[in-house]
Every structure is written in structure tokens, then in C-alpha cells.
T-cell receptor, first 113, second 112 residues
Framework: EAGVAQSPRYKIIEKRQSVAFWCNPI?????LYWYQQILGQGPKLLIQ????????DSQLPKDRFSAERLKGVDSTLKIQPAKLEDSAVYLC???????????FGPGTRLTVL | AQSVTQLGSHVSVSEGALVLLRCNYS??????LFWYVQYPNQGLQLLLK??????LVKGINGFEAEFKKSETSFHLTKPSAHMSDAAEYFC??????????FGTGTSLTVIP
């Protein structure tokens, strides 16, 4: 069974630039999560999708972050414009139905200079 | 509000010694509890989970954790540490089984 795929693995940008991350969940998983993991901290949920609908985006900084999950499969997370404090690892995870184990991708490490 | 506290951001043990990683939680309802492991440059991998069945939960790689409601704890243990256990460990709580709240993590170093 293929795992959660994420790309790119690493990204370096300057502040005020835009960046997008892509996630392909495990086939058949209805629930998809995006987490932000700042160095030395645990993952913080940014947004949770159930199929192509948003379940929870209460901690998503909506003035600069956006996410979509078209067709209930792949998802993209965008930051526009980026700030220095956005430097972190962005983790994508998927779950069969939101009430079972979450499977995590390898993450995208973002550095904002 | 739900939260997780992991005592000790860094733990060092000798190879073959007992591993004990501490986790305390607060939750308004009986929660689901999880331990995840993260190896360098990788995503999180589930070690074990508690979902209101047996209070002693056995996971992968010889790890286990005991749910103690009176102490609001879910400490992770392993009788004998291996070099391959060196990693970052995260405790997580989920009040509903759906939304997860992670602790800040404990970095485990195994000394040969």
C-alpha cells in the first residue's frame, strides 16, 4: 500500500514570496489533514478535510494561508505572502474516516529567508 | 480545553536500559490517546493507541503504555532500549477520536 506522498520535500523562499505544497493521501482515505510543525514543537493542525469539505480550519491563518482539496483526493496548501515565522515542516496526513489512525507523509521543510 | 504535556524534552538512556517517556493530558471527556514516533526527516508513525479498551496498550517495537485515569497519564515504556529507538516521540490526545492535539515531543537518545 502506497503511503502519503508530499512534494516538494524542501523549499527555500524569501519573505513575501508565495509557495505551494502538494499532498496525495492514501487511496480511499476520506480525511486529510495539514499540520505545521515548528522546530522543537509538536505538530499543530492547520486544516482538516472530510472528502472535499472543510471540517476544521480554526487554526489556519486565513489572511495568508489557503488550502483546497478538489475532488476529495489530492490537496494543496498555499502560503501567500510568506513570513519568516512560517519556516517549519508542513505535514500532511490522511485517515480512513477521521476516527482511525492517521498516516503521515514525510513532510515539506520550508525555510523562509 | 484539551492539552498534552510531555515532561522532559530530552531523555537519554543507556542501551538495554528501561525507557520511560512521560505524558499527561487534560480532556473534558474520556479521550483517545496516542504515541507517535518520528525519525529524522520522516513523518510521524503510530506506535500505539488507547481507545477505552484495555488500559495497558501494547504497540510496535516492544513499546507499551498504560492509561491511568486517576493520574491523567499515558506514559510510554520499553523494557530494554535499542540504538534504533533514538527518535522524537510525541504524545497526542483526541477527545472525539477525530481532532488531535500533540505534545511538544521528547527526544530520546540511546547511549551505547
Amino acid at each position: 500500500e502506497a503511503g502519503v506522498a508530499q512534494s516538494p520535500r524542501y523549499k527555500i523562499i524569501e519573505k513575501r514570496q508565495s509557495v505551494a505544497f502538494w499532498c496525495n493521501p492514501i487511496s480511499g482515505h476520506a480525511t486529510l489533514y495539514w499540520y505545521q510543525q515548528i522546530l522543537g514543537q509538536g505538530p499543530k493542525l492547520l486544516i482538516q478535510f472530510q472528502n472535499n469539505g472543510v471540517v476544521d480550519d480554526s487554526q489556519l491563518p486565513k489572511d495568508r494561508f489557503s488550502a483546497e482539496r478538489l475532488k476529495g483526493v489530492d490537496s494543496t496548501l498555499k502560503i501567500q505572502p510568506a513570513k519568516l515565522e512560517d519556516s517549519a515542516v508542513y505535514l500532511c496526513a490522511s485517515s480512513l474516516d477521521g476516527y482511525n489512525e492517521q498516516f503521515f507523509g514525510p513532510g515539506t521543510r520550508l525555510t523562509v529567508l | 480545553a484539551q492539552s498534552v504535556t510531555q515532561l522532559g524534552s530530552h531523555v537519554s538512556v543507556s542501551e538495554g536500559a528501561l525507557v520511560l517517556l512521560r505524558c499527561n493530558y487534560s480532556s473534558s471527556v474520556p479521550p483517545y490517546l496516542f504515541w507517535y514516533v518520528q525519525y529524522p526527516n520522516q513523518g510521524l508513525q503510530l506506535l500505539l493507541k488507547y481507545t477505552s479498551a484495555a488500559t495497558l496498550v501494547k504497540g510496535i517495537n516492544g513499546f507499551e503504555a498504560e492509561f491511568k485515569k486517576s493520574e491523567t497519564s499515558f506514559h510510554l515504556t520499553k523494557p530494554s532500549a535499542h540504538m534504533s529507538d533514538a527518535a522524537e516521540y510525541f504524545c497526542a490526545v483526541s477527545p472525539t477520536g477525530n481532532q488531535f492535539y500533540f505534545g511538544t515531543g521528547t527526544s530520546l537518545t540511546v547511549i551505547p
